[in-house]
């Protein structure tokens, strides 16, 4: 990888990657290393070198050569945005993808602009995160009994990945899903990209799903998920718009309206 990028093994913080870390080049191989991962850990680790996608790979990297002007003495993550927080939470968020100079830069999903911002000023509000804001991975924040991840880990164009990459990208939700379900109570689902991109996961993460037709998103949309086998209790899926500076600038999302999804989400949670 290009010493223009954060390099795995070269100390950024909270890289969770080492130079001898796997790197998937296909989707096949994404199945075989999202599969053969031992646990959140080591699966966050192989997520942030994966090189599966190449439109993907262009662009991050690029986008992390040119930059933005207000950025443009900073060094860019560059790479895939493993999933990061809790590694046995009793709540996930789960988003459509890193924002080209959000996470990107930063190394960490949700970070570094302003739908981070609103995320986790509501977080922190309701308990769930330490401080009110995130700039970037390292920067003390810490999540309460919640976990963050992506559908798709890396920037995409014009935030829209394509089919084919969200299904490339699909095996790491799927696992790092397994890896922490047993302990999960509540998802929420941040647009409706990520909504219908996590019922694939749910299903191979063994949750009892309602009969067709697929639940439609919505804001407030609230299903309850069968238990999972060996466990006895359901888990509370909800929906809540995404914190996209459209959606905030718009009055489309308020702070009280992601309060309220993620107070439920606590009580849920229990």
């Not at 296909?26 to 966050?44: I, K, M, Q, T, Y």
Request: net charge positive; charged share 20%.
């Amino acid at each position: 990888m290009s010493e223009r990028f954060i390099a795995p093994g070269t100390g950024w913080p909270g890289d969770p990657a080492t130079q001898g870390t796997p790197v998937a080049h296909d989707a096949d191989e994404v199945r075989r290393l999202a599969a053969g991962a031992s646990g959140v850990g080591e699966l966050a680790a192989r997520e942030s070198v994966c090189r599966a996608c190449p439109r993907l790979v262009e662009w991050r990297e690029r986008v992390a050569v040119e930059k933005r002007r207000a950025h443009a003495d900073e060094r860019y993550w560059g790479r895939p945005i493993p999933g990061w927080g809790a590694d046995e939470p009793r709540i996930l968020i789960v988003g459509l993808a890193p924002a080209a100079h959000g996470g990107n830069r930063t190394g960490r999903i949700f970070t570094g602009d302003r739908s981070g911002d609103w995320l986790f000023a509501s977080l922190h509000r309701v308990g769930l995160a330490a401080r009110p804001e995130s700039t970037h991975a390292g920067d003390g924040q810490r999540l309460i009994g919640t976990r963050v991840m992506a559908a798709v880990r890396c920037a995409p164009p014009a935030n829209k990945p394509t089919p084919e990459e969200r299904d490339t990208c699909a095996p790491w939700l799927a696992h790092e899903l397994i890896a922490v379900a047993d302990h999960v109570r509540a998802i929420v689902v941040l647009g409706g990209y990520g909504w219908q991109a996590l019922w694939p996961a749910l299903r191979q993460a063994g949750y009892a799903l309602p009969p067709p037709p697929r639940p439609a998103f919505g804001h407030g949309a609230e299903v309850t998920l069968g238990p999972r086998p060996g466990t006895g209790h359901p888990t509370h899926l909800l929906g809540c718009y995404h914190p996209s500076q459209q959606n905030t600038f718009t009055g489309r999302v308020t702070e009280d309206m992601l309060d309220t999804v993620f107070t439920r989400a606590k009580a849920a949670a229990g």
